[in-house]
């Protein structure tokens, strides 16, 4: 069953997608019938609508490429939509993806106007070589003088392609934006950014180049069309009258001029408003940010518990944090696992084997929106951590012990379930006292029922399994302490979602997660499966964390 949610997704990839195809086609349809365009379109053939057209939606597509990643202007125009649908918002959430989603178009766009463009290169030559037929050969030897100007770039008879290439502005900027694009594109694969992120990350900001080249690559003005002449040079009679040209009044010797750049028309805005972001990067970066405690959990996580002034923050956000001391560019980010309600924010990092502790000076950028923010906007909310990916749901169980605790009126959600699955038994210890105290909290105010919760234990060995049988007969668990008892494997979501269903017949249900890809496809099939069609009874909204 498909969502609502999920068909204004699906419509606004589609609106995207067919501003693409419109471009695309009108622009092909301009140059391969437009008038002004025939005598170039003899010396090119298609490949002229075949390279322009390309160019039309790179321009589109270079000009959205920075939105995504402008992070405050995200959050900034997420805050804007909080009395909105709660689907525009998720659209928002989904930045990273729809950035991917234009960097393959720009991929394929790029490559389909290269290979227009050598094509091109490789025919205008000939015809300068007087290769074709005796058209093609006078409309190149037009001179640029007060009388005529040129249609053929190639000036020169015996010129080589490759040197017209890395000799003119088109050429070299077109060969320094592909080579740069390709460097982006091989190294932003999955396989690279992960295993080898300073390569990723430094691969990345070639965009510098990119963006640099693309502004002056339309200034050799290389593709021409005819310009009005006094008398007009009518193309229909004149083509075949070559000789005649500029003889009889009919054939005036036809003029041709470059069309005006306009890609820097295109991006200049976003450019201008990623400047803007990275000016703002920098002055939160040169902030003071204080150690208020450190803490080494079970586990191998490390809990940074950090003071900035002025820093405030909702559940589930996150920031970015930088050691300048390590490296001045490279920023990761760490969601937040304290609440608004206290005086500072804090992080959870898994170590990695070979990491030394040493605390050096900070810089925090942020908070950032997410999903996980919208958690109370739903009477009831599914929570699944997977591993350390538990952190958001930290912030938002803390969030609402404080609720508590201070009887907020404006909490809307009445229920929560939250399910966290780890490989290994002491990953749930830093996190088992918090579950301990608002356990306690909601039996003293009799509202035991407000959250249910089930750990998974996916890994264990025998010893374990030995342990837990010889204790199975205890009130708590023996791994968390917890009067829930941990599962073993990994859960049943038909059953969770069926439970939740019968539980909450009429409810909107947000189901947030924070964890694997693989994980969250289950998790949003499931959603949908058990939405029913009726608004009136059970919906679920899947909302997942990116980064």
């Known amino acids: 069953m498909i969502s609502l949610r999920v068909k204004v997704c699906v419509s606004l990839q589609v609106v995207w997608m067919g501003i693409n195809i419109f471009l695309f086609l009108w622009f092909y349809f301009f140059y391969d019938l437009g008038d002004q365009f025939f005598y170039t379109r003899k010396l090119l053939g298609s490949a002229l609508a075949w390279a322009r057209a390309p160019a039309a939606v790179l321009n589109f597509n270079c000009m959205l490429i920075l939105l995504p990643v402008c992070r405050n202007l995200l959050s900034l125009v997420r805050g804007s939509f909080v009395c909105c649908s709660r689907t525009m918002r998720k659209q928002l959430d989904k930045n990273l993806t729809f950035h991917k989603l234009v960097a393959y178009m720009i991929a394929l766009m790029t490559a389909v106007h290269t290979i227009a463009h050598l094509l091109n290169l490789e025919w205008l030559n000939n015809s300068r070589q007087g290769v074709y037929d005796k058209l093609s050969t006078d409309l190149s030897k037009l001179e640029d003088t007060e009388s005529s100007t040129y249609l053929n770039p190639i000036r020169i008879k015996d010129m080589i392609p490759t040197y017209f290439a890395f000799t003119t502005i088109a050429g070299l900027t077109g060969v320094i934006i592909t080579l740069a694009l390709i460097l982006i594109i091989t190294s932003s694969m999955e396989v690279i950014r992960r295993s080898y992120f300073e390569v990723f990350w430094y691969t990345h900001h070639l965009f510098i180049i990119f963006f640099a080249g693309l502004v002056f690559h339309g200034a050799g003005r290389i593709v021409r069309s005819q310009q009005s002449t006094n008398p007009p040079h009518n193309v229909t009679f004149c083509k075949d009258r ?201 039996e003293e105010r009799g509202l035991g029922d407000f959250l249910t919760y089930k750990l998974y234990l996916t890994g264990w060995d025998q010893s374990h399994a030995t342990h837990v049988m010889v204790h199975f007969d205890k009130e708590t668990d023996v791994i968390t302490g917890l009067k829930q008892k941990t599962c073993y494997g990994r859960p049943i979501w038909d059953k969770e979602f069926e439970q939740v269903c019968k539980e909450n017949p009429t409810s909107a249900v947000g189901t947030f997660l924070c964890g694997p890809e693989a994980l969250a496809k289950v998790l949003e099939k499931k959603c949908a499966k058990y939405s029913d069609i009726d608004p009136r009874k059970t919906k679920f909204y899947f909302n997942k964390e990116n980064f």
């Open 242 to 442: 070559s000789d005649d040209w500029g003889k009889i009044p009919e054939c005036p010797i036809p003029q041709f001029a470059g069309g005006f750049p306009q890609t820097w028309m295109w991006v200049i805005g976003p450019m201008i408003l990623y400047l803007c972001e990275r000016c703002l990067r920098f002055i939160r970066y040169m902030q003071t940010v204080k150690y208020r405690k450190i803490v080494m959990r079970p586990s191998k996580v490390l809990e940074l518990q950090l003071v900035k002034n002025g820093f405030k923050m909702e559940v589930g956000q996150y920031v970015f944090l930088n050691c300048p001391a390590i490296s001045q560019l490279e920023w990761h980010p760490f969601t937040m696992t304290s609440a608004p309600e206290e005086d500072f924010f804090s992080v959870h990092i898994l170590l990695l084997p070979n990491i030394v502790l040493i605390f050096f000076r900070l810089g925090v950028d942020g908070p950032f929106g997410t999903a996980s923010e919208d958690v109370f906007d739903y009477e009831v909310s599914m929570l699944v951590g997977a591993g350390i990916g538990v952190t958001p749901f930290a912030s938002i169980l803390k969030s609402i012990w404080y609720k508590f605790k201070d009887s907020d009126p404006n909490l809307r959600t009445r229920k929560i379930y939250f399910y966290w699955l780890c490989r290994e038994t002491h990953a749930f210890e830093w996190f088992a006292d918090l579950l301990q105290v608002l356990e306690k909290e909601m």
